[in-house]
């Protein structure tokens, strides 16, 4: 299956990938940590545009062949690059669920957004102003929202199981197109 995790710098979304990963036994694929690979090898400078992504895509195509499950995360901004995730598991016959992580409290995201750290070298983060600045696009379909406001993260693990088995035991089966909304 496929998974897409997307959500606002500090919302919790790679706290929560990394756990769904362990969990479920799923490759994590992180586009942070592509994009600062990128940059590491002098290829390009933040913000580097659409070459995370599309690096992205290709490892979760090929890992999906694989038949391994994959955890896509990315803040996931625009409807093409959702559009673009989907179509990767649709391609492979993968069932897919779309996930956005919010943080409903904006004293406590603010908060997370100040106050964190980053585990991949170098890579900078951004303040509270270029979150609320941050160009946004509304989801134009159903999708799952998890919203990890006051809860810590093993609480908003169970929430997005307990969503995603829903969502991939709807009606008509897990296929991908069956699977992608809520």
């Known amino acids: 299956m496929l998974i897409v995790i997307g959500g606002l710098p500090g919302t919790g979304k790679t706290t929560l990938a990394r756990l769904l990963a362990a969990r479920v036994g799923a490759v994590h694929l992180r586009i942070d940590t592509i994009e600062q690979a990128i940059v590491r090898s002098g290829l390009a400078r933040h913000p580097v545009g659409p070459a995370g992504y599309v690096i992205g895509y290709a490892l979760a195509d090929e890992h999906l062949r694989q038949g391994l499950s994959v955890i896509a995360e990315s803040v996931n901004p625009l409807v093409v690059t959702r559009d673009s995730w989907r179509s990767i598991g649709v391609r492979a016959a993968v069932p897919v669920a779309e ?79 069956a699977a992608s909304g809520v």
């Not at 102003?129 to 929202?145: F, G, T």
């Not at 998890?146 to 929430?159: E, K, V, W």
């Open 99 to 177: 996930v956005e992580v919010v943080c409903s409290d904006p004293d406590e995201h603010r908060n997370r957004v100040t106050t964190r750290s980053t585990d991949i070298p170098d890579l900078p983060l951004p303040d509270w102003q270029q979150v609320l600045d941050r160009d946004y696009e509304p989801w134009n379909r159903e999708h799952i929202v998890i919203d990890t406001a006051g809860q810590d993260p093993r609480q908003s693990l169970a929430a997005l199981l307990r969503r995603l088995d829903h969502t991939l035991r709807m009606p008509g089966g897990p296929g991908p197109e």
